[in-house]
Structure formats: structure tokens, C-alpha cells
């Protein structure tokens, strides 16, 4: 046989075009209120507590009442992607990885809105305020955890009928399982939890997340809310053009863009669950 018969080996390529993995879009985007934006920044005024005052006697003066009020500003940044495909890419490649781009771009812009809810739910909101944690973060995430965020919203009277949430990281769900005893009656529901099966326990729906937090002594910042705990502003919903390129060769342009902001509405809507996870 020809030493040369290897120049006729025929090499096959995939017609298809592989996405790594990575988070495809936005986790966060249906757990949060929603509010469009028109302009640079948006002022969200709040009615705070007011308190009934006795009538002691009869014929009395009407009382006034000053009905507490607050603001919050919500200020707006744009985002951008953009990627060239030339024709020649097409040819060699043997495959049209425009739409593969699209859904690359897609994804990105939702992972940049995570972290945009993220940091408004951590951070100084736009009054200086800032959120308090719920436990010490000398250990996971654990069901003790869990009972004093849930006390916390109660405590502060947020209406049970608003749905809460929880963004938790891979570990704290591992934490979960492992720090609750085989003989709990919320042993069962822990464990579906993990694999999968369900994703509500303790009145939170579980979101997991890997763009949260980690501090530099292996600690994670999670949190709980309420779902108008954090608004999301809308000045431009993600939106995407996918055109001919005459000043680069006419290669085809993806380009995805939006513009938004957000904002922890209340302090006692949002609470931070401070997780370790030291490896063992």
C-alpha cells in the first residue's frame, strides 16, 4: 500500500456549530417588578408607615397626619455586542454560525442583567441604604438560615401573598442537604429540592445562580426578597440587528443592545445570606 495514501483520508466536520456551556439568558428577569424607563434616570416614590391617631373626645379637631414618603432613583446604563462573520468564514467553516452568534449575544445580555439585579440587591441602593445580612457567615447555607430570612421579611410585615425568592449558588444547595437531619420532616423536600424535583422550600423559589458574590475568605453572598423588593428599569428591552456590514467587506454584523437599570426598592425586602464555602 502507498505511503501516500494517507493525502486521500477524508476529514469529516461537524455541520453543526457546539455552544459551551454557560448560562443561556437571564435567571433573575421573571423574579423582579419591572418598571419602563424614558430618560437617563427614574424616581420610584414610596408612601412609608403611617399611624392612627385615638379620637378621645367628641367634636375634637380633625388630626394631620404626615403620611411618610420616600425615593428611590433607578439610573439606566446601556449594554452592547457586537461580532463580525466575514464570507470567507462561512466558506472555510463549511457551516453559517450567525445564528450560534445570535444565541451567544442573547445570553451575554441576560447574564450582564443578573449581574445588574445582583448588585442593586447587595449593594448602596441610590439613598445610601444598604442591605443587612441574615446570618453569620461562618457556615452554609443552611434550614436555620433559611427560618431567620423568612422571619426577617414577616417581622417587617411584607405581604406574605407577594411572591419571595432566594439566589443561592451551587454549594448552598449541596449545604442544604448535608445540614439537614435524615429524621427532619423537611428532609424529603431538601432532598428534591437538589435533584431537581421541586423548587420551592420554606416559601422561597430557589434560583441558582453562579455570578454571585465570593469574598475572598470563600464566602458567597446570597439573598432572599420579595419580588418588588428590587425593581428592574427598561429604558430598552434587549433588542438585536443582524445586517450587512458595507464599510467591513460586507460581512454580517450581530449586534445585541440594551438599556437598563435597577434598584432595591426596601431594605426589609431584600435580605443577604452570607455562605461558606471554605473547601473541606
Given at each position: 500500500m502507498s505511503s501516500q495514501i494517507t493525502t486521500g483520508f477524508v476529514q469529516q466536520y461537524s455541520a453543526n456549530v457546539q455552544m459551551l456551556s454557560q448560562q443561556m439568558g437571564s435567571r433573575l428577569r421573571d423574579a423582579v417588578r419591572i418598571e419602563n424607563v424614558i430618560g437617563k434616570n427614574a424616581f420610584i416614590d414610596q408612601i412609608g408607615v403611617a399611624t392612627a391617631q385615638l379620637r378621645t373626645s367628641r367634636n375634637a379637631d380633625t388630626p394631620q397626619i404626615d403620611t411618610p414618603h420616600g425615593r428611590r432613583r433607578l439610573s439606566l446604563a446601556d449594554y452592547e455586542y457586537a461580532d463580525l462573520i466575514d464570507d470567507q468564514d462561512k466558506v472555510r467553516m463549511l457551516v453559517d454560525p450567525t445564528s450560534s452568534y445570535a444565541m451567544a449575544a442573547a445570553a451575554a445580555m441576560g447574564r450582564a442583567m443578573d449581574d445588574v439585579i445582583i448588585t442593586a440587591a447587595t449593594g448602596t441602593a441610590s439613598t445610601g441604604e444598604t442591605g443587612s445580612g441574615s446570618a453569620s457567615s461562618n457556615d452554609g447555607l443552611t434550614v436555620a438560615k433559611l427560618t431567620e430570612a423568612k422571619r426577617k421579611l414577616d417581622l417587617a410585615d411584607v405581604d406574605p401573598s407577594i411572591p419571595r425568592y432566594i439566589a443561592v449558588g451551587p454549594k448552598q444547595i449541596e449545604d442544604l442537604l448535608g445540614t439537614t437531619q435524615v429524621t427532619s420532616s423537611d428532609f424529603n423536600t431538601v432532598k428534591a429540592l437538589v435533584s431537581g424535583d421541586v423548587d420551592t422550600f420554606m416559601g422561597f423559589r430557589f434560583i441558582m445562580s453562579n455570578r454571585l458574590g465570593v469574598s475572598a475568605t470563600d464566602v458567597r453572598t446570597c439573598f432572599a426578597w420579595a419580588e418588588d423588593g428590587l425593581t428592574l428599569g427598561m429604558g430598552k428591552d434587549i433588542s438585536a440587528?443582524?445586517?450587512?456590514?458595507?464599510?467591513?467587506?460586507?460581512?454580517?454584523?450581530?449586534?445585541?443592545?440594551?438599556?437598563?437599570?435597577a434598584v432595591r426598592m426596601e431594605e426589609n425586602k431584600v435580605c443577604q445570606i452570607f455562605c461558606d464555602e471554605t473547601p473541606d
Open positions: 440587528r443582524i445586517d450587512e456590514r458595507a464599510d467591513k467587506g460586507y460581512a454580517t454584523q450581530v449586534y445585541y443592545c440594551m438599556s437598563i437599570g
